[in-house]
């Protein structure tokens, strides 16, 4: 472990899963947190519940396509969708910093009412703290939220169902929330109309269970992007995943962005996108009713579970060629030339 | 997208590979010599497009990898010096220098920011003028010219807090060093984005003294397809020679305004390349008119021992002598996330590449 934390530690990639088992896990050690899923599964007098907490910083707070409020609700309940879980209250937590104009903060919290209304879920506790000015970057939010499971999906979050054959979907676009919060810091002196996918994936998520059996495992690419998803599922179901390059959709203006960076759309964070894991025969009706709604428009069938290359994810490139999919390590790095 | 989907067809990048198959009645090496090209080639996944017949080499052109760990050390001790701020690209942050890295440093303390250009970095000057600011500048011909302005910048402007640490170095003087050693190899895909700038002129010797072709490239799958046809068309006819296939960005002679700027700000020094040592000529630093701008005249701080790891062969994998996958701490101890080497950490190092899209 290092000696001090490092931005790296907060990517969603390799050295947050490292400081996780290294601190967190040591010394909480409790057989629910193991599993790190996305929410945490807990049974309460033959009632199943799912539960999860998310802390929210972002520079700027606000950006196209969304702010920080939006996102604070949005991320909470689409932990708990990803789950099988259907959401219902919400706590949010505020911590402020000092000077911070009233207007913001009303625009952030009527944003977090709003998402919570078309999310249709209650925000129903909460806590406020102001910080000296310097202390804390405008303001960070940390809502947590709890939904009920049905038995029917308690696999969901683990992916204990996949098999080899299966097909892996994503809801859209990738890249684009990422791309949208860099642009807003406005560090690269040209600005571009890419916006935030934020969006709570409740509504889509629980069309999909409702009408189709065979959905085996959900999961957000938030931090880390969709590669941290899928290397993930590879690594934890121990079968191998196929994706082709391109079937992935990413919009031009994110394409563009990360070329010129020298980023990789697969590695950067997206805040309304599920990938889906469904059986064969169910998946391209599952993927029917994704583009039916307003946020599966773009939804496309991206890959494969096979039983080659175990634990690995491997693409098809546009090209033509083959290269594995690895877990993005830390932050990704603007290149030199 | 336009201007990039028609560079990766799928049908036209396999025709390419099945015409190379056909005219190649040997076996032939070349050289990528720039880190962009490494990194391309993995991440389109080109060598399993290839015929058994084209093997690939991994050159020296990756800035972060080539420069030394003393260079890392000199910054550190920068960053320690009170009212110093550090300004550099997101790629040196986490290469390890002989005991931390600026990542490091940064988390215990140090004032250091990453920046996307030198304009940043004079920004930051002008907005703190009570300290010093610092531009690591690191790169080859491509990012030279840029130094160069901020330079003539600050200096028509009268800035006085704001200066540069060279790690500027030209790619010829290790070009030919790599054929000088004896590292076997039939032709170089030569560097696209350092050859806007220079122009051709600087290959023109290595046909007639090497016998290598040299094949200027560009960056996407088909401009590196396209480039390797014609290095095989050069050697199977026994006529090397310098060509351009990237065409859309490179002519003989270059981007002259920025030659010029170069030649204005900069003057070759003897310079320290990372599994070829000293080579000649090979460095830039700041001329003595803009002695003041330069960090190494202006600013002491010990950087202490230099620490090299053991075992780390990133000088051999430079030279094309070796693989990352013959190296044994590829993988194991240096990944990613923990890098021994600098090839490791760089985006653009042969080993990350390696790592992140071809380790199987």
Known sequence: MEKYILLGHGSGGLMTRQLIVDIFLRHFGDDTLQKLTDSAVISMNSHRLAFTTDAFVVKPIFFPGGDIGKLAVAGTVNDLAVSGATPLYLSAAFVIEEGLPVEDLETVVRSMAQEARKAGVRIVCGDTKVVDRGNADKMFITTAGVGTLEERFTDIGTGTGIRPGDRIMISGSVGDHGMAVMMARELLGFSSEVKSDCASLNHLIGKCLDRHPGIRFMRDPTRGGLAAVLCELAEMTGFGIEIDEPAIPVHDPVRGLCELLGFDPLYVANEGKVVMVADQTNADRILSTMRSDALGKEASVIGRIVDHHPGQTWMNTGPGGKRIVDMPAGEQLPRIC | ?360
């Open chain 2, 1 to 360: 997208m336009k201007y990039m989907d028609e560079y990766r067809d799928h049908e036209r990048v396999l025709r390419i590979a099945g015409e190379i198959g056909k005219i190649s009645a040997r076996k032939w090496a070349f050289m990528e010599v720039c880190g962009g090209h490494t990194m391309a080639i993995q991440k389109f996944g080109i060598p399993s497009l290839l015929p058994e017949s084209i093997r690939l080499l991994s050159g020296p052109g990756c800035p972060v990898c080539v420069s030394s760990r003393r260079y890392i050390d000199q910054a550190v001790a920068y960053s320690r010096i009170n009212g110093v701020i550090i300004a550099t690209f997101g790629d040196l942050i986490r290469v390890p220098g002989s005991f931390t890295t600026l990542e490091k440093e940064k988390a215990a303390g140090a004032d250091i920011h990453i920046v996307y250009s030198i304009l940043d970095a004079l920004k930051i000057a002008r907005e703190h003028r009570d300290k010093q600011v610092v531009f690591l500048a690191i790169g080859f011909e491509t990012t030279a010219p840029g130094t160069a302005a901020g330079i003539l910048n600050a200096y028509h402007e009268g800035l006085t807090n704001f200066m540069v640490y060279s790690s500027h170095k030209i790619m010829p003087p290790a070009m030919a060093a790599l054929v000088e050693e004896g590292v076997r190899i039939d032709g170089y895909i030569a560097p696209g984005h350092v050859s806007t700038i220079t122009g051709t002129s600087i290959y023109r010797h290595l046909p007639g003294r090497y016998g290598l072709g040299c094949v200027v490239s560009g960056f996407e799958p088909l401009d590196i397809m396209q480039s390797l046809l014609m290095l095989v068309k050069q050697m199977e006819s026994g006529k090397p020679r310098v060509e351009i296939q990237y065409r859309r960005a490179v002519t003989e002679e270059g981007n002259m305004k920025a030659k010029a700027l170069m030649e204005e700000v900069f003057e070759t020094r003897d310079d320290w390349w990372r599994g070829l040592g000293v080579l000649p000529d090979s460095g830039l630093a700041p001329r003595e008119k803009y002695r003041y701008l330069n960090a190494e005249v202006m600013l002491v701080a010990d950087p202490g021992p230099v620490r090299e790891d053991h075992g780390c062969i990133c000088g051999e994998i430079l030279r094309g002598i070796k693989e990352p996958r013959d190296c044994r701490l590829f993988g194991s101890v240096c990944t990613p996330v923990n890098p021994v080497g600098a090839c490791m950490v760089s985006n653009e190092g042969a080993c990350h590449a390696y790592y992140r899209y071809n380790r199987s």
